[in-house]
């Protein structure tokens, strides 16, 4: 007798399955409904970081709005970490489809401050990193570290984003990143400031590129890039 599938089974009916954006129940094999994967993750959209002397892009496969909104603030701030491998998966399909796979050799991650990680227990980017890692057939790598515990940047407006994140994020120890190129993960972007300051910090470490990657975009309206 399996009793880990009979457990699985009452708690099912305990507890069915529902739609994490719009909460209908689904089967158990689903996260979300049809419907609302359809309206949620149509394409990926693609935007280029604020930077000046580089040209990095990055994409998500969907925009920070209704139930992609709601359905990322329950997997950053609430213990949601069960919905980090649907978003990766959503995720390493949006770099497929971009034909951006190539141009990339290691995963790494937006880190946490180590207070900010131990306050919510988990790196939300991290774990989406190292999924999207084994769904790619890339190494993860962790890369950067932060050493100062800044703002939270959706308290900020635009400048005082970009002064926030200044010099927040270092190289680990040990860490190699000479001729490697970077698919670098983050769950939200609304400026790019984040991203642009631990790219930089990767390319001064002699990274020999940088695509970024996040669950969903936020702010002025994405658009798309010729590869």
């Not at 909460?23 to 149509?42: H, I, M, N, T, Y």
């Not at 002064?163 to 040990?174: A, I, P, S």
């Given at each position: ?22 909460g ?11 419907d ?66 190539d ?7 937006v880190?946490?401050?180590?207070k900010?990680?131990l ?13 999207i ?12 570290e ?11 407006g ?16 040990r860490a ?52």
């Amino acid at each position: 007798m399996n009793w880990k599938k009979i457990f699985r089974a009452l708690l099912a009916l305990l507890y069915p399955p529902r739609c994490m954006f719009c909460g209908k129940r689904v089967s158990s094999e689903l996260q979300a409904c049809p419907d609302c994967e359809k309206e949620v993750f149509p394409d990926p959209v693609f935007f280029q970081l604020p930077m000046h002397r580089q040209v990095v892009y990055g994409m998500a496969p969907g925009t920070y709005q209704g139930g992609l909104r709601r359905a990322l603030i329950q997997f950053k701030f609430y213990g949601r970490r069960e919905y980090a491998p649907y978003f990766a998966d959503k995720m390493a399909e949006a770099v497929q489809k971009s034909g951006f796979l190539d141009r990339v050799s290691v995963v790494t991650d937006v880190p946490l401050s180590r207070k900010r990680l131990l306050s919510r227990g988990y790196n939300q980017s991290a774990l989406l990193a190292k999924s999207i890692a084994k769904k790619l057939g890339l190494p993860y790598e962790e890369t950067l570290e932060k050493i100062r515990d800044n703002l939270p940047q959706h308290q900020l407006g635009v400048e005082d984003r970009r002064k926030n994140v200044r010099q927040v994020y270092h190289l680990r120890d040990r860490a190699s990143v000479d001729g490697k190129r970077y698919l670098l993960v983050d769950d939200i972007v609304t400026t790019g400031e984040t991203l642009s300051e631990c790219t930089r910090t990767l390319f001064s470490g002699g990274a020999a590129g940088v695509v970024c990657l996040a669950t969903a975009k936020a702010g002025k309206k994405p658009h798309r890039i010729s590869e």
